[in-house]
């Protein structure tokens, strides 16, 4: 339980998204809002099941805790977490009823 404490693993939503012809993969800059004023960045390559206008509103489950990652022209500062399915694709982690921004994944 010690490990998994020590991540810092946060539910926000995402308020805009758009595509990022930058990147080496196909992949969207997002920006989510983690509550509180904070507003963080973050790329993520899951433009098969996912389309920017669908993304908005959306809550997703973000790593917080590590070093933010310079990706081409953006920084990118929490990861945004999901699982890789057969085909690539990536279905993104969420919340399966509304949670405030912020909240800790215990």
Request: hydrophobic share 40%; proline share 8%.
């Amino acid at each position: 339980m010690e490990d998994f404490d020590r991540l810092d693993l946060r539910v926000g939503t995402i308020v805009r998204a758009e595509p990022f012809p930058e990147a080496r993969k196909p992949a969207y800059k997002l920006w989510i809002d983690l509550g509180g004023g904070e507003m963080r960045r973050s790329s993520a390559q899951i433009t098969d099941l996912y389309t920017p206008e669908s993304l908005v509103g959306r809550q997703v489950v973000c790593v917080c805790g590590f070093a933010p990652k310079q990706i081409g022209p953006w920084m990118s500062e929490v990861l945004v977490t999901g699982f890789h399915l057969p085909d690539g694709s990536v279905a993104l982690c969420v919340p399966d009823a509304p949670v405030t921004n912020g909240t800790k994944l215990r």
